[in-house]
């Protein structure tokens, strides 16, 4: 059974920065692409950025530039470095495999607010 435990959010003003991790267990980490997903009030969930095994990246339009996913297999750990925020980046927070394999985490709050 895979488990995520998402942590790292809060809140945040416009500008600024926060850091998510996503623990995982149940998997080796380093046989999956992972990814970041987030879901916002009334919205879908959307993927916005993912990571292969062999740690190439893509990230969706709106946060390229701003977000960077890194990953460390050997801590089964895959992380989301979140700069320039925007208020328009509040939701919650997931990570699960690409494409999406397992039962989802609590995820973690972001709120970008002045």
């Known amino acids: 059974q895979v488990q995520f435990v998402e942590s790292g959010g809060g809140l945040v003003q416009p500008g600024g920065s926060l850091r998510l991790s996503c623990a995982v267990s149940?998997?080796?980490?380093?046989?999956?692409?992972m990814g970041w997903y987030r879901q916002a009030p009334g919205k879908q969930r959307e993927l916005v950025a993912t990571i292969t095994n062999g740690g190439s990246t893509v990230y969706e339009d709106s946060v390229r530039g701003r977000f960077t996913i890194s990953r460390d297999n050997a801590k089964n750990t895959v992380s989301l470095q979140m700069n320039s925020l925007k208020p328009e980046d509040t939701a919650v927070y997931y990570c699960?495999?690409?494409?999406?394999?397992?039962?989802w985490g609590q995820g973690t709050q972001v709120t970008v607010s002045s």
């Open positions: 149940g998997r080796f980490l380093r046989f999956y692409t």
């Open positions: 699960n495999a690409v494409p999406i394999s397992w039962d």
